[in-house]
């Protein structure tokens, strides 16, 4: 069984940071990849960025240079640190774990940003 729990949202004005927090427990040694989405209201879900087992990294083009995937292992936690947050970066946003064969979703944390 595996938990995912996101922490970190809330209101911040343009041009302002929030760090994201996803905090995983169970079984979680064989994660292959780690994924942060985000779904503004109307819209499909969105993935912003992507850490593998290997540590590479990426990210959707409209983030790129301004958010940060990272893990602590010893904590069993991804972050998503944003920087020079816009209006359109408002939404709500989800960690997810690629174990095995499995998907594993955490609850969402709401990101907005005022202009």
């Known amino acids: 069984q595996v938990q995912l729990v996101e922490s970190g949202g809330g209101l911040v004005q343009a041009g302002g940071s929030l760090r994201l927090s996803c905090a995983a427990s169970g079984s979680i040694f064989s994660t292959n990849v780690v994924n942060w989405y985000r779904q503004a209201p109307g819209k499909q879900r969105e993935l912003v960025a992507v850490i593998t087992r290997g540590g590479i990294r990426n990210y959707v083009d409209s983030v790129r240079g301004r958010f940060t995937i990272s893990r602590d292992s010893a904590k069993n936690t991804v972050y998503l640190q944003m920087n020079s947050l816009k209006p359109e970066d408002t939404a709500v946003y989800y960690c997810?774990?690629?174990?095995?064969?499995?998907?594993?979703w955490g609850q969402g944390t709401q990101v907005t940003v005022s202009s």
């Open positions: 997810n774990f690629l174990i095995s064969r499995d998907s594993y």
